[in-house]
Structure formats: structure tokens, C-alpha cells
């Protein structure tokens, strides 16, 4: 292999040559309904009637990314990324059926990377490690060997999309999470890749390829905790272990910004500081744990501390920016198409000026403001998405809680844990976990009420607007709702506690029967305070390294007890802790 680790410049913002934007947006548009969906990947299979996708699917996606890609190189991003490999290469064993639908997404494809490199975009395929069907479990086989020949299934697919299509510029690898329950494909994928070891001889193996056809091969690092090698984020180790001897400028890893996924809250994961490899790091537009574009999320603040902790990293070589993709909702705001989110497209212009000029957030959210609406809604919306950054991070989070590192097997914990997606979660054992971690819920309870006038002023400013103004009222009343659930949280959860926070909710389902989901339970949870405490100290830690009782016990054990407790105590877990993703089973294997 090609044996550099680092891009070779003194000056490290000169080779920051790949920023990414993820290419999504445009497949969503013939299926904006207000129905909830998964904005993981692009609806590919949705697209599919009878092997073929219709010229008028075709049409508007296309027409739709033309507008995209324009805007996106305007802003300076250098590539964009489309998903997914599965349906871009061709098996022999394939069904004729299957065949011809991977030649009308092919078909579709070749339209799309031709219109993202008009507009002077490097293209770059997602895929999962590894993409499933029926006739590759076929071709895997049942005995020793498995691992390797599946392996050469992924080597013989790359080969084939790099031969075919010559302008794609590398490939967007994920290990760490796979296709969830509710996903429905004939390319479903799984997670395949459990170990360090066998990670490394996944790269030793693929790497050539690239090199040969003069392509990367990005690496996301994210995942869900799953198996040995769902610590390799955060875990030196780990790491080191996958990426041994990998000596190549084909290869280039992608971190997320945190050892969590895309929350406030979270320092900059030292992983990125400490790289040998050349990296890129992940940022979020579209925020998926708050709001997803339905009103201001600002990023501003949050992404300008990671650049200026990032001004002098000798092996970032940009960002990629998602700023459609990510979640389960029925939120369908799209970013710089037709019913755009000008919050999504506000964080992501900061994101990539953040990172390629010195200006400072809070200019660049004022100009947006100041371009994007009349001169006098202008200074209305500037001082509404400051009090919305404020509001979010003391309402949206318990902020005490959140600014604790608390992990758990191989995860850090999140520090938002009551809001899930489009859902807001009201129960008893989140609130014993809470109130095991706060210190003093009654202080907390207190400096609530200043948010509490912070609310009416948004309420007012937002009553003074000329444009459109649901989404925002949406976005205030559901700040006002969780005001009231988090008396539940921090002070009394007695009978006329839960009457009155269930009148509230009954209230805002009625005025916003399309927004955010409430899903409660107040049965209680019968076990004693000290004792939960104990329990949250015994099977969690204030650190990331194990303790001997982590290594030694409790991963194999919690991994071993979630069958029985799921069996046991199903009422205890929240539906869409089951039905969406990968189930709550994942974070335990």
C-alpha cells in the first residue's frame, strides 16, 4: 500500500480539500405527505414499481438536484455523497427481477452524478458494511470461511462500481449501525463487522481497490455500541487494533464531533485531535434530536468552539455536512428545495463557513436572517433564533444532566434522553434516572421560571411577524409543553401533577395534531430511591475508560439480562424504542 498517514501541507487549512454535503434532499421530493418516515438514506426502494422507476419520479428528482448541487457548490462544498452501493452493482446470481431494478436505479443514478459534476461536485457513495439479500446469504455460505468469502462479495462490488461509473470519487463506509426493524429493501443490511481484527482485514482487503482506481475510501467511525468493535469512536485501542498498519492515501476516517451522536452538550471527541489518519468530521444540519427544521436550532455557537479547537489539526481534511439525513419522523422539511427549511439551510451555511472563513456564528446567522427575510421581520427572526438557542439548550436539555459524562458499556450516554426523534417520552423510570443524576431538582425547577418569560417573549415576537408563522408556533408551544412535563421530571409526579400535565398534553395534541408525539406512562416504578442509585452507580461510570467490573461482568451480563428484562417488563419500553431503528436489543449485543 501506498505508505503516507497525512496529508503533507504545513498549513492544514490548505489541504482541506473534501467538503461533503449529503445528497438526499432531492429523492425525498415525490414523497413529501406528513407521513412519518426514515430520513437515514434516500427512499430508493420507495421509488420501485415493478422493477422500474417511473419518468416522472425520474423528472422531479432530477429537476430537484439540479437546484441542489447548484446551491451547494455556490456555498462551497466540493463533493456530495448519494446512497448506496447495494443498488448501483450487479450480482450474477441475482434474479432477473433484481437486475433490472439495479439497471432503473443505475439508469437514474448516471442522470444524477452527471447533474452533481455539471455543478463541479466529486461524488461519493454511502454504503453499510454489509448490504443483505437473499442471494448473498446464498454466496456467504454456512461454514468456516464466511467472513472472507463475504468479503470478496464487497471487493467485487467496489471493483464494479469504480469500473462502471468513473466518476465516482470513492465510496462513504458505515459499520456501526444497519438497516432498523421497520425497514423494508431488498438490499436490508446487517451489521457484519463485530471485531477490530476482522475490521482491519475488511481494509487491508478493500483499500487496494481504491488505490487502483485512484479513489478514498471514507470511514465512518460512528455506531451504536454493538459487538467488540462498537467502542471504536472513542476507544484508543480499539482503533488502533482496526486500523493497524493502514498506511494509505486512499483512506480517510470520519468522526463525528462527539463521542455521542449529534447532540449539544458534547466536547470534541479526542479521537479527532489525536488522529494519524486523515479525517474529515461529521456535523449535523438537519437536527434530528431537536426539532428537524421545524424552527431554529442554531449550531452556530456549538460548531465555532470545534473549529477553533480544530484551527491547527494537521489531518482534517474537511466536514461532511448532513444536513438531510438522519431519524424517524414525519417532519418533511427539506433543505434548499421547495418546502426548505431556512433552519436547516441556516446551519448549513454556518457549518461550512465556519469551517472555511473566520467569521464568527453569530454574523453569519444575522446575515442569513437579514437576507433571507423583509428588513423588519429581519431583526424580529435574529433576536427569535437567539432566544430559540437559549430555550433549546436549557428547556429542550435538563442542562446539569446533560453537561454530565456518564457511559454505559461501550456508549456515552446521551445527554438528551426524554426527547427521541418527533417523540417526547413522559415516564417513571426516565424520571428516577434523572433525579438520580440532578443534584438539586428544586434549583433547576427555580431557573425554569426564567425560561418561562423567555417562552411569552417568543410567543409575542413570533405574533409580530409577517411570514408564515405554524412552524414557529409549533416550535413555541412545544417549548411551553415541556416547561410543564419537566414539573414531572423535577418536582412533584403525585396524582394532581399528572391531571394537570395530561390536560396540557391533551391540549397540544389538539391545536398541533401534527406535532410532536407524546408518549406517556405514570404507572410507577417500583423500586426504591437509594436503590436505583446504587444501581445507576453500579452499572454506570463517570468516565469512558472500563472499570475491571465493565470488562470482567457487566457488558457480558447487561448483554445477557435485556432478553429477560424486555420479556419481562415490555411495558416498561417505549414502542418506538421497538419498532423504529435497530431495537434497544442493539445497544446490548
Known amino acids: ?16 480539500d473534501l467538503l461533503l454535503i449529503d445528497g438526499s434532499a432531492p429523492f425525498f421530493v415525490p414523497f413529501v405527505d406528513g ?63 433484481l437486475k433490472e431494478t439495479v439497471h432503473s436505479w443505475r439508469s437514474l443514478m448516471q442522470r444524477a452524478f452527471a447533474i452533481a459534476a455539471a455543478a463541479g461536485l466529486r461524488i461519493f457513495i454511502n454504503t453499510d458494511l454489509m448490504f443483505w439479500n437473499q442471494y448473498i446469504e446464498a454466496a456467504a455460505g454456512s461454514r468456516s470461511g464466511r467472513d472472507g468469502r463475504v468479503r470478496q462479495i464487497f471487493v467485487h462490488c467496489l471493483e464494479q462500481l469504480f469500473t462502471t461509473f468513473a466518476e ?33 482485514r475488511w481494509l487491508q482487503e478493500s483499500l487496494p481497490v481504491c488505490e487502483a482506481h485512484n479513489t478514498l475510501l471514507i470511514f465512518r467511525t460512528w455506531s451504536l455500541g454493538a459487538f467488540p468493535i462498537g467502542d471504536i469512536s472513542w476507544n484508543e485501542t480499539t482503533e488502533k487494533a482496526a486500523f493497524a498498519d493502514i498506511r494509505s492515501d486512499a483512506f480517510v476516517v470520519s468522526r463525528k464531533y462527539g463521542a455521542a451522536d449529534f447532540f449539544r452538550y458534547l466536547p470534541l471527541n479526542e479521537r479527532i485531535t489525536e488522529s494519524r489518519h486523515a479525517q474529515i468530521i461529521e456535523l449535523q444540519a438537519r437536527r434530528e434530536y431537536e426539532g428537524f427544521g421545524v424552527f431554529p436550532a442554531y449550531v452556530g455557537r456549538q460548531y465555532e468552539e470545534y473549529r477553533e479547537q480544530l484551527s491547527t489539526c494537521p489531518t482534517l481534511r474537511g466536514i461532511l455536512v448532513w444536513c438531510q439525513t438522519g431519524g424517524w419522523s414525519h417532519f418533511d422539511r427539506l433543505t434548499f428545495l421547495d418546502n426548505s427549511s431556512p433552519w436547516n439551510e441556516l446551519n448549513t451555511i454556518a457549518a461550512i463557513e465556519l469551517f472555511t472563513t473566520n467569521r464568527a456564528a453569530a454574523s453569519i446567522m444575522r446575515q442569513f436572517c437579514r437576507e433571507q427575510f423583509s428588513e423588519q421581520d429581519a431583526e424580529i427572526m435574529i433576536e427569535i433564533v437567539e432566544i430559540f438557542d437559549r430555550l433549546v439548550d436549557r428547556l429542550w436539555y435538563f442542562a446539569p444532566f446533560a453537561r454530565r459524562q456518564i457511559w454505559f458499556r461501550r456508549l456515552r450516554v446521551p445527554p438528551l434522553l426524554w426527547i427521541f426523534w418527533d417523540t417526547i417520552l413522559v415516564n417513571q ?38 411570514v408564515e408563522q405554524a412552524d414557529l408556533t409549533l416550535g413555541g408551544d412545544s417549548l411551553r409543553l415541556l416547561y410543564s412535563l419537566r414539573r414531572f421530571y423535577l418536582g412533584n409526579a403525585g396524582k394532581k401533577r399528572i391531571i394537570k400535565i395530561s390536560a396540557r398534553i391533551e391540549r397540544y395534541r389538539n391545536k398541533h395534531p401534527q406535532g410532536f408525539i407524546v408518549e406517556s406512562d405514570y404507572s410507577p416504578f417500583r423500586i426504591r430511591w437509594i436503590t436505583a442509585g446504587a444501581l445507576f452507580a453500579l452499572l454506570m461510570r463517570s468516565e469512558s475508560d472500563y472499570r475491571i467490573i465493565d470488562r470482567a461482568l457487566l457488558i457480558r451480563l447487561t448483554g445477557l439480562v435485556f432478553p429477560l ?13 421497538e419498532r423504529q431503528a435497530g431495537g434497544l436489543d442493539l445497544f446490548f449485543r
Open 168 to 200: 465516482v470519487s470513492g465510496i462513504v463506509t458505515r459499520i456501526g449501525e444497519a438497516d432498523g426493524h421497520d425497514v423494508d429493501s431488498p438490499f436490508k443490511s446487517r451489521l457484519w463487522i463485530t471485531s477490530a481484527r476482522q475490521c482491519n
Open 35 to 97: 407521513q412519518r418516515k426514515n430520513w437515514s438514506k434516500a427512499p430508493l426502494d420507495a421509488l420501485i414499481n415493478q422493477g422500474k422507476i417511473s419518468q416522472h419520479h425520474r423528472d422531479l428528482i432530477c429537476a430537484a438536484l439540479v437546484s441542489y448541487c447548484d446551491k451547494a457548490r455556490a456555498l462551497g462544498f466540493t463533493a456530495i455523497t448519494f446512497d448506496d452501493l447495494a443498488h448501483l452493482v450487479i450480482l450474477d446470481s441475482y434474479s432477473a427481477l
Open 1 to 16: 500500500m501506498i505508505t503516507a498517514e497525512t496529508p503533507k501541507s504545513n498549513n492544514p487549512s490548505a489541504s482541506r
Open 565 to 577: 428484562l424486555r420479556r419481562f417488563q415490555h411495558q416498561r419500553i417505549p414502542e418506538l424504542a
Open 429 to 466: 423510570p426516565l424520571r428516577l434516572m434523572f433525579r438520580a443524576y440532578l443534584d438539586s431538582p428544586a434549583e433547576i425547577r427555580n431557573d425554569d421560571r426564567e425560561e418561562r418569560e423567555l417562552i411569552r417573549r417568543l410567543r409575542l415576537l413570533i405574533k409580530q411577524l409577517s
